[in-house]
């Protein structure tokens, strides 16, 4: 029988101990070395491989590419659903009086139409297109209208106003020129007050125009606030000799003067102009007020949850304006006001 081998563990020699009787230092990391100033080291950013990017590029353009031959697709059988509908119907669709097939179809025209505006339609697109009928025209007025000057414009819009009798253009037509034209006198509209001296001389020689410019910069030229009101009043009054404005004048600040008079004697009469604006107007030389309308002083509370006092006065408006859109208190308001035992009717100065 064999005995195991015994393993003694061998000295390692002092000329790698050092000395014999100094024992072996350990190293210790040290937290004062490290720099606590420093900013932390910034993540690694993963890349991709060259494989997975080009694997993900591959699947990316491939759903471009798939769109892109959907909306082909979509475009070419709108077209054909746009060319049975011109041939069974005589025309291009409209917006007007349009079933829900007519203004779909005209969606479609009208995005053509801008694409080819903005100089982004195809030209496989616009030959597409220009088979059907009537719409080679409106490309080809879509795209003399990107270029034409204003001066170009004010002329055709003349000679077009002189055709049709001196009457000015309508937006919402089936004409595409008449639309176009509407479509810059909207645009000038928006810019009336901006809009260089020449170019109103030159928009006032077309027929009918003077008149609407006039409209144009005295609605957007109007008082902001009811202080701002009663000072052009004031001084529209005075500029006039003391005559006050009517509304059967030509004139668009007369007759805009005279629909804000009406309008404060009507609250006035029926007690709901308030104090502060009453003073203000009171400042006008010859300020008329029409009679005070009789109101109602509460006797006792009704059960209608309108909010009244008992003894306050409230004119019919006022107690109308409270019962808001409940047409159930209205009716009961008005049967409450016939009964004495709740209201009873005073005049205001009572």
């Avoid at 070395?33 to 932390?40: F, I, K, R």
């Avoid at 991709?48 to 892109?68: D, F, I, M, P, T």
């Avoid at 291009?92 to 995005?111: C, G, I, W």
């Avoid at 795209?143 to 001196?166: I, N, P, T």
Wanted: charged share 30%; proline share 5%; hydrophobic share 35%.
């Amino acid at each position: 029988m064999s005995t195991p081998r015994r393993t003694t563990m061998r000295k390692r020699p002092a000329a790698v101990l050092g000395s014999s009787s100094e024992p072996l230092p350990r190293r210790r990391l040290s937290m004062k070395s490290a720099d606590v100033s420093a900013p932390p080291a910034a993540p690694a950013v993963r890349k991709l491989s060259a494989k997975v990017h080009a694997r993900k590029q591959g699947r990316y353009s491939q759903k471009r590419v798939l769109k892109s031959r959907a909306d082909e697709a979509s475009f070419h059988s709108r077209v054909e659903e746009l060319l049975a509908w011109s041939q069974a119907n005589q025309k291009l669709p409209t917006r007007v009086d349009a079933t829900v097939e007519e203004r779909r179809l005209f969606t479609f025209v009208s995005d053509q139409l801008n694409a080819h505006k903005k100089g982004k339609l195809s030209k496989e697109r616009r030959e597409r297109l220009s088979a059907i009928p009537g719409m080679q025209r409106r490309l080809q007025h879509r795209e003399e209208a990107r270029y034409m000057k204003f001066d170009q414009q004010v002329e055709h819009l003349d000679s077009w106003v002189r055709a049709h009798g001196c009457r000015l253009p309508k937006q919402k037509k089936s004409d595409e020129e008449e639309a176009r034209l509407a479509r810059f006198l909207n645009k000038i509209q928006k810019q009336i007050l901006t809009l260089q001296p020449e170019r109103k001389e030159q928009l006032a020689r077309v027929p009918g125009m003077p008149s609407l410019l006039e409209g144009w910069i005295a609605r957007q030229s109007r008082p902001q606030s009811f202080a701002q009101s009663v000072e052009e009043l004031k001084t529209w009054v005075i500029g006039s000799g003391g005559s006050w404005p009517k509304r059967s004048s030509n004139d668009v600040v007369e007759k805009r003067l005279s629909k804000f008079v009406d309008w404060q004697q009507y609250l006035q009469s029926y007690g709901q102009l308030s104090a502060d604006r009453f003073s203000l107007l009171q400042a006008v030389p010859g300020m008329r007020w029409r009679e005070q309308k009789s109101c109602y002083e509460v006797v006792a509370l009704p059960k209608l949850g309108l909010g009244l006092e008992r003894g306050q006065k409230y004119s019919q408006g006022q107690l109308y304006k409270l019962c808001g859109d409940d047409k159930t208190k209205l009716r009961q308001l008005k049967a409450a006001l016939q009964n004495e035992s709740f209201f009873r009717r005073v005049s205001e100065d009572a």
